[in-house]
């Protein structure tokens, strides 16, 4: 059974910052592009970071020069560091686990984790 558990949202006051965790179990972790998402109330998903299984990294122009993906493939694991917090921030972050070859795509989520940003 996959499973990705996220951790680490909270509260934070403007200009903090809060470190996000994701667990994976149940996929070969290495072989997957690992990402976060975020959706803010009344708003549809939008893509945060990507992190290949090559290590090669994509961030939305919104958070660039603030947040930082990073992967442990021997831990199973990838974390957001996020810097510099706004309230325009504020969303429920999702971890995605992707795998796409020719001939089929396949696509995990976490539950979501809860990040407010606000004074």
């Known amino acids: 059974q996959v499973q990705l558990v996220e951790s680490g949202g909270g509260l934070v006051h403007p200009g903090g910052s809060l470190r996000l965790s994701c667990a994976a179990s149940?996929?070969?972790?290495?072989?997957?592009?690992m990402g976060w998402y975020r959706q803010a109330p009344g708003k549809q998903r939008e893509l945060v970071t990507t992190?290949?299984?090559?290590?090669?990294?994509n961030y939305a122009d919104s958070v660039k020069g603030r947040f930082t993906i990073s992967r442990d493939n021997a831990k199973n694991t990838v974390d957001l560091q996020m810097n510099s917090l706004k309230p325009e921030d504020t969303a429920v972050y999702y971890c995605?686990?992707?795998?796409?070859?020719?001939?089929?795509?396949?696509?995990?989520w976490g539950q979501g984790t809860q990040v407010t940003v606000s004074s």
């Open positions: 992190i290949t299984s090559g290590g090669s990294i």
């Open positions: 149940g996929i070969t972790f290495s072989r997957y592009t």
């Open positions: 995605n686990a992707l795998l796409r070859d020719l001939f089929s795509t396949v696509n995990y």
